[in-house]
C-alpha cells in the first residue's frame, strides 16, 4: 500500500468490472476503499452499475518487502438490467488482496475471493431468457493503486 494516507484506485473485475475509487489508508495496517464500477462492453444491450465499500487489514507485522498480503471485506450493491431481466442485488464479500510494491507511488493489487448475493429486487421481463444471480460465487480483480510521492 502507498505511504501516502490518499490513493486512487482503478481495476478491472468479475464482478466490479471497469471500476474506480479511492483508498483511505489507516496505521499502515488497515485501509477503507470505495469505488464505482461499470461493465463498459456489451452496454446498449444490458447495463451493469456497482458500487461498493470495502474494510482491508494486513495479514502479517510490518516487514519491508515487495508483496503484502491483506484480508478485506467488500459490501456491494450491483444493478443489471438487459433485455430479459432486471434486478438489484446485496453482496457480502471476504476476500484475500496481495500488494506488489511496484515504486513509491504505484501499486498492483490482485485480490480473490468469494461472493455471497443476496437479491433484494428482481423483475422478469420477458419469457425468452431467465436470468438470476447465483447465491455464491468467486470473485477476482487486479488494481492499480496510486498515490503522489
Partial sequence: IPEKKLSLVS???????????????????????TALGIKPWGFINNNYQLFYLCYGRRLFKDKPRKVYPFIHLKALIWHFNNTYNQFAVFGINPEIRLVYAINKSFRLGLSGGILYNSPFYYQRKTYLEVGWPKQWQPSFSIQLLYARK
Avoid: P, R
Fill in 11 to 33: 481495476g478491472i473485475g468479475n464482478y466490479e468490472y471497469l471500476h474506480f475509487g479511492i483508498n483511505i489508508h489507516g496505521k499502515k495496517k488497515n485501509y477503507f476503499e
